[in-house]
């Protein structure tokens, strides 16, 4: 049974810092591409940034770019998504999510398989 389970949110003023985790289990983990999504109230879900399976490859979306940095640690089955700078407009939930495909080489093109359960992070202006 795959698992995958976020942790990290919280509140923070803008301009602060959070950095969300992702631990996975369940699934032969360094075989994924794994990606951050998240979804305000009222909005779809928007894709943020993803990492290839071995942690060379990286894939931001353009409002988080030079704030936001996704890492993974394969011996802990975990990803990382620091955040620094955040925005009222980073206010979401947050959703870490493995790829359907193994050893996919495009990260945009990314089809997320198995989802967490979501961490909420709210910015105050």
């Known amino acids: 049974q795959v698992q995958l389970v976020e942790s990290g949110g919280g509140l923070v003023q803008a301009g602060g810092s959070l950095n969300l985790s992702c631990a996975a289990s369940?699934?032969?983990?360094?075989?994924?591409?794994i990606g951050w999504f998240r979804q305000a109230p009222g909005q779809g879900r928007e894709f943020v940034a993803a990492?290839?399976?071995?942690?060379?490859?990286?894939y931001y979306t353009d409002s988080v770019k030079g704030r936001f940095t996704i890492s993974r640690d394969n011996a802990k089955n975990t990803v990382y998504l620091q955040m620094n700078s955040l925005e009222p407009e980073d206010t979401a939930a947050y959703y870490c999510?493995?790829?359907?495909?193994?050893?996919?080489?495009?990260?945009?093109?990314?089809?997320?398989?198995?989802w967490g359960q979501g961490t909420q992070v709210t910015v105050s202006s």
């Open positions: 369940g699934l032969t983990f360094i075989s994924y591409n």
């Open positions: 990492v290839n399976w071995n942690g060379v490859s990286t």
């Open positions: 999510a493995a790829d359907s495909q193994v050893y996919r080489l495009n990260l945009r093109l990314m089809e997320p398989k198995f």
